[in-house]
């Protein structure tokens, strides 16, 4: 068990026979009373997000989930498929467990796939992927005064803003927790 005041975003824990990772995490503490804990956190069996309020003092289960990295294979209309690149195994999740994160996959992609008691539970990509550009929003001449960027559409299909100095064939670093760019990656 582990007092609410522990929890924090990524943290997995169980809560009246559910499981649950937390997304979000705040401590609000007003001027008179006790102190709450909001949390914004995802049910990892029905794929449910919800906000949910502790009072300070409560406490939870805390669960060790097992992480194991596995390669993207492919995506079909209802499946999306790994490898172990260990064992060979092919496990598969329900496409809609990664709602718009399948916009960042790419082939051969490491994917921490999350298990608890031998079921997969959830999945953790990588904080940062370089990705190669296959499209650039034309630049205009003289047009850096409000805006030095421009959209780029990544091989994956994912689209953000870069630098007008970055162009169609270069690759790229994007954090993927903010969805933003951070580097032009050397040749």
């Given amino acids: 068990m582990?007092?609410?005041?522990?929890?924090?975003?990524?943290?997995?824990?169980t809560d009246s026979g559910n499981l649950y990772r937390v997304l979000e995490y705040r401590h609000h503490k007003p001027g008179r009373g006790k102190a709450t804990i909001?949390?914004?956190?995802?049910?990892?069996?029905?794929?449910?997000?919800?906000?949910?309020?502790?009072?300070?003092?409560?406490?939870?289960?805390?669960?060790?989930?097992?992480?194991?990295?596995?390669?993207?294979?492919?995506?079909?209309?209802?499946?999306?498929?790994?490898?172990?690149?260990?064992?060979?195994?092919?496990?598969q999740l329900n496409?809609?467990?990664f709602g718009d994160d399948l916009k960042f996959i790419k082939d051969s992609m490491?994917?921490?796939?999350?298990?608890?008691?031998?079921?997969?539970?959830?999945?953790?990509l990588p904080k940062t992927m370089e990705y190669q550009v296959i499209e650039v929003e034309a630049a205009v001449a003289g047009d850096t005064a409000n805006s030095p960027t421009k959209k780029i559409v990544l091989e994956s299909g994912f689209e953000v803003s870069a630098p007008m100095f970055i162009n169609v064939g270069d690759v790229v670093?994007?954090?993927?927790?903010?969805?933003?760019?951070?580097?032009r990656v050397s040749k």
């Fill in 38 to 91: 909001r949390v914004t956190i995802r049910d990892l069996r029905s794929g449910a997000t919800f906000e949910k309020t502790f009072n300070s003092g409560e406490r939870v289960e805390d669960i060790r989930v097992e992480a194991n990295t596995v390669e993207y294979l492919y995506a079909d209309d209802d499946f999306v498929t790994f490898m172990n690149t260990e064992t060979y195994e092919q496990p």
């Fill in 110 to 124: 490491p994917i921490k796939l999350l298990s608890y008691e031998g079921e997969i539970i959830d999945y953790e």
């Fill in 95 to 97: 496409r809609a467990i």
């Fill in 173 to 183: 670093k994007i954090n993927l927790e903010e969805e933003t760019y951070v580097t």
């Fill in 2 to 13: 582990i007092d609410v005041n522990q929890l924090r975003k990524g943290t997995t824990f």
